[in-house]
């Protein structure tokens, strides 16, 4: 569960018209972002619903660098008003993950990065960026050998050399 | 900003401990869901581009202890049977996917023709979703052990595509009359369909390619069974359809409509009076579309009896109806057209993408004539839209000129690699005249024409390729520029940056 700190109203930005959102990341870094950009977020949502319930205006803390939250923000802002079928809690989810384009350069960024997106993403709940991240490591292993998916992915073989040579089908976990 | 500061110190410490990045990220420390999910995407793209190599993507259990843990746990990832790796990975996968509904494609060769899959396949048949069934042999002798007789709860789409019309016959009462699940049903060459079958009547797509039988279905029996299908969205009937009666009354007798309010798509491909029999007592939104392929052999005026169905149908107000004609007497049609023409036969006033086709073409010029002839009997021109031409190549541009004579409202044209290179060199030749025909022309789709070849590592154009610069260019300076050019299959190496200079929008397929 994420911690929640009480924010005294008079220094949160956003009284009036506009909602926004203090979002605080592990860096320790402050960033308010309006509502409705991040309302993609179920765990977000969740958290405002919370707000409401208590008239409380809160800081949302988060457990991840400004750095991946700043990516994304970036992917909610760039999908602002988009209906995503992934991120809609009502439907059914669709049987293909779509490939889109703007997402594909969006995650043109290192292994690292790539993995601390769709942690974040997964932790905030927001299946598209889940979805999207996924499809590009998939992408990264497509075709490769066994040896290379280590590689690239940086995992280790932790298997014995029975194990490792064993065909799978005897393997049963 | 102020408020920060109140609560930094505390939090700062707080955060460092429940971080989900503070350490270098990797892969074994993504939450199973993840991996799985990632491995899901993998297996999806491994066996969609490469099903002989089901087995490939099976290398991810032999990365890690915890990838293969997360692989064997996730049932979904192993529902996609891969017959053809043997029968000890069949069984393996159908254990491994636990209770997960099953997706089965079972694609038989000369090499391949075994039984067991089939045996395999009835002892599981409840949990079959997806059932593709294809022979490559006609030879093949059959093994489907009545598994289309089993009933069939979880089933959702069934696809047979075969070449021998008796290997995988469904039966009169498909599924022992159970599959309430049944949503999708594809067929190739398809003698015997059962029309009465209750299990059609949730069906939301339908392609069935019938074949000529002794007893094939009356017209009554297979409109009463699309009736029943009220959640269609796509249909589509194409071969030997149903005998409708070779007199068609203008205006059609009423008969008791079918309403679809579903159906986005229709797809007729068969003997013209057959089409115009289906498609007369159909009532579809008007957002369907319609792709129409008609065959007729009489007199070419008697082609005139579907337009005037369609356009009570509402076709015409569909965004793309697409319509085909299909002869196999091309002088047939040439003297029919003739004829039709000097009645003073007028055509529909619609709006429609007509293709035409003429099988065994004697010579340019019968068929110069012969198209000229059809499109003056059944389309006034100036009402077409779109053509789509595949003609000889020796075409003069008189012959142009005089085909498009009066189509002014012409914005599209396709052409080939006969009848483009034609085309351009007419469109070269009359585009600087005060009055060019096709004056509203301005997009164009080219298919595997050669616009540019290599010679001793030297591009140089060819005529092709000068005709159609030269054509855009002329346009260009008389103000009735091509603005679109799609470009199937063609060779067009050093010549698209070129291109692009003259149309603003160029794509290479």
Redesign the interface.
């Known amino acids: 569960m994420p911690t929640i700190v009480s924010v005294d109203d008079s220094t949160v930005p956003g009284e009036g018209s506009s909602r926004l959102l203090l979002l605080v990341s592990s860096d320790n870094k402050h960033i308010v972002v309006e509502e409705d950009i991040m309302s993609r977020s179920r765990f977000i949502s969740k958290q405002v619903e919370g707000f409401e319930a208590t008239s409380q205006r809160h800081a949302i803390l988060l457990p991840f660098s400004s750095f991946v939250l700043n990516k994304v923000i970036e992917y909610c802002s760039h999908y602002r008003g988009y209906y995503l079928l992934e991120d809609d809690p009502d439907a059914a989810p669709p049987g293909r993950s779509p490939v889109r384009e703007w997402d594909q350069e969006f995650l043109d960024v290192d292994r690292n990065m790539l993995l601390r997106i769709i942690k974040a993403a997964h932790y905030l709940e927001i299946k598209s960026l889940v979805g999207s991240c996924a499809r590009a490591i998939a992408d990264m292993i497509r075709g490769k050998t066994t040896e290379e998916m280590r590689e690239i992915l940086g995992v280790e073989n932790d298997f014995t050399p029975e194990e490792e040579h064993s065909p799978s089908s005897k393997c049963t976990g | ?4 500061d ?3 110190t ?3 410490s ?3 401990t ?5 350490a ?8 199973p ?2 991996l799985a ?6 297996v ?3 066996t969609a581009r490469d099903a002989q190599s089901a087995l490939r993507w ?12 997360v692989a ?2 996730d049932h979904s990832l192993w529902r996609r049977i891969p017959f053809r790796s043997g029968q ?2 069949a069984d ?1 996968f159908v254990i491994r996917s636990g209770p997960m509904p099953l997706e089965v494609s079972l694609e038989y060769d000369q090499a391949w023709n075994p039984v067991w899959p089939a045996h395999l396949l009835v002892k599981h048949f409840p949990r079959v979703e997806r059932l593709l069934l294809r022979d490559k042999d006609p030879s093949l002798a059959r093994s489907d052990v009545g598994l289309l007789d089993q009933p069939a709860p979880s089933l959702v789409s069934l696809s047979i595509q075969t070449i021998a019309t008796t290997r995988f016959n469904l039966p009169l009462r498909p599924f022992d009359d159970h599959a309430p699940c049944l949503r999708h049903i594809s067929i190739r060459r398809c003698p015997r369909f059962p029309w009465t079958s209750p299990v059609l009547r949730n069906l939301v797509s339908l392609r069935v390619a019938l074949v000529a039988t002794v007893h094939p279905p009356s017209s009554t029996e297979v409109l009463d069974a699309v009736r029943q299908m009220a959640s269609l969205e796509e249909l589509a009937l194409l071969g030997d359809l149903p005998r409708f009666s070779r007199r068609m009354e203008l205006p059609p007798p009423p008969i008791p409509t079918i309403e679809l309010p579903r159906l986005r798509s229709l797809e007729l491909q068969g003997y013209l009076h057959d089409c115009a029999g289906i498609i007369q007592p159909l009532r579809v939104p008007a957002t369907a579309t319609l792709h129409l392929s008609a065959r007729w052999e009489g007199p070419a005026a008697e082609m005139r009896v579907l337009f005037p169905l369609l356009a009570a149908g509402g076709w015409f107000a569909a965004p793309c109806p697409f319509v085909t004609f299909w002869s196999s007497a091309d002088d047939n049609f040439a003297v029919s057209a003739r004829r039709a023409a000097a009645t003073g036969a007028q055509g529909a006033d619609l709006d429609v993408v007509l293709q035409l086709f003429w099988e065994d073409a004697r010579s340019e010029w019968s068929s110069f004539d012969c198209m000229k002839a059809v499109t003056e009997a059944l389309f006034v021109p100036k009402d077409l839209l779109d053509l789509q031409l595949f003609v000889h190549p020796a075409w003069t541009p008189d012959a142009w000129a005089a085909l498009f004579h009066g189509a002014e409202r012409m914005r599209a044209v396709g052409v080939d690699r006969y009848s483009g290179p034609a085309l351009f060199r007419a469109l070269a030749e009359h585009g600087g005249e005060e009055a060019p025909f096709l004056p509203r022309l301005c997009s164009m789709r080219i298919s595997m024409v050669v616009l540019e070849m290599g010679r001793d590592g030297v591009l140089e154009r060819t005529d092709a390729g000068r005709n159609l610069f030269a054509c855009l260019k002329v346009r260009a300076e008389h103000g009735a520029p091509i603005e679109t050019l799609s470009m199937f299959k063609c060779r067009v190496e050093g010549c698209v940056e070129d291109l692009k200079k003259i149309v603003p929008f160029v794509e290479c397929l």
């Open positions: 900003m102020a408020h920060a109140v609560f930094r505390p939090l700062h707080e955060l460092s429940n971080s989900i990045d503070h270098l990220p990797t892969i074994s420390r993504l939450p869901e993840l999910h990632v491995f899901a995407l993998y999806e793209d491994a099976v290398g991810i259990t032999h990365v890690s202890r915890r990838w293969r843990q064997l746990q000890r990975w393996e």
